[in-house]
């Protein structure tokens, strides 16, 4: 997997809940978890559309024990762990449905740099995590690269809503592996 022909997203911050994702155009996306008024944590991802303008993506509310609650993405409200449903035919690997009605996959690589790939219903690679050395950005700490493959599959990865739910099941895959939920 080279980074030729793809998007690449910095993000900041070990825990996702709470980071940043941006490239030489700014931060495109931010993570921002809060509690609310009956005292539950709630992470909102923001999408950047021009400068100080952002638009809400999703809202994740977690359950009370900190694990997977439920996800509000544009006008659909599902369980989170619809987005991150484990595929018992790859070991660490979980699925979900696209907004396009298709079934995507994260799982680990077999490559030297540890990608996490996220697979299209043809076994295509469209985008990858990349865990990387911390490196020290005026916006943050990075801790890894989100790369979005631009030509892969039917090419549609960079775009809304796809771009924008790969980027919450990254978040919540990352997550789940993290604390073994």
């Known amino acids: ?14 825990d996702p809940r709470q980071s940043q ?7 495109l996306y931010r993570f921002q978890t809060d509690t609310n008024a009956h005292g539950q944590s709630v992470t909102t991802l ?3 559309i021009r400068a100080n303008k952002e638009d809400r993506v999703a809202k994740l509310e977690w359950a009370p024990n900190g694990g997977l609650g439920r996800a509000v993405i544009g006008k659909s409200t599902l369980p989170m762990a619809d987005l991150v449903r484990i595929d018992p035919r790859v070991p660490d690997s979980r699925i979900f449905n696209g907004p396009d009605g298709y079934q995507y996959r994260w799982q680990p690589s077999l490559n030297a740099t540890n990608d996490i790939v996220l697979l299209d219903q043809n076994n295509n690679v469209i985008a990858f995590y990349r865990p990387v050395r911390p490196v020290r950005y005026n916006l943050g700490d990075v801790y890894g ?10 090419g ?3 775009h809304p809503p796809l771009m924008d739910t790969v980027t919450v099941t990254a978040m919540l895959y990352r997550f789940v592996i993290t604390f073994g939920l």
């Open 156 to 158: 549609v990865v960079m």
């Open 21 to 27: 994702l941006f490239s030489s155009y700014g931060v």
């Open 1 to 14: 997997m080279s980074a030729g022909n793809n998007e690449v997203l910095s993000w900041t911050s070990q």
């Open 46 to 48: 923001w999408r950047t």
């Open 145 to 154: 690269e989100l790369h979005f493959c631009r030509g892969a599959g039917a």
